[in-house]
Nanobody
Framework: QVRLEESGGGLAQAGASLKLSCAAS????????IGWFRQAPGKGREFVAR????????NYGDSVKGRFTIARGNAEYTVSLQMNSLKPEDTAVYYC???????????????WGQGTHVTVSA
């Protein structure tokens, strides 16, 4: 069992940056893929980025490519999401997820955090 907790959400103006963090407890991230997803009001869950823990391989959704960076965090078994050049359309609840498969499909992830709100004003 993996427990995930997101932090770092909040309010930002368009063009600003925010950094989210996902911390794991209960087990390590070894042999797992950590994904970030987001869900805006009235919309489905959208893939943002993923990182394969063992080799650091990453992949990004088209809407965030070049602006967001997923990486291992400084603390043990944490993953960060650096979000630069934020846009109002980035406003959403951001979720951290973990699972064994290299996939962008939300239902393939076994463990989820509670989410953290990000609001970007124009």
């Amino acid at each position: 069992q993996v427990r995930l907790e997101e932090s770092g959400g909040g309010l930002a103006q368009a063009g600003a940056s925010l950094k989210l963090s996902c911390a794991a407890s209960g087990r390590t991230f070894h042999n797992m893929v950590i994904g970030w997803f987001r869900q805006a009001p009235g919309k489905g869950r959208e893939f943002v980025a993923r990182l394969r823990w063992n080799d650091g391989n990453t992949n990004y959704g088209d809407s965030v490519k070049g602006r967001f960076t997923i990486a291992r965090g400084n603390a043990e078994y944490t993953v960060s999401l650096q979000m630069n050049s934020l846009k109002p359309e980035d406003t959403a609840v951001y979720y951290c997820a973990a699972g064994p498969f290299v996939t962008s499909t939300a239902v393939r992830y076994d463990f989820w955090g509670q989410g953290t709100h990000v609001t970007v004003s124009a």
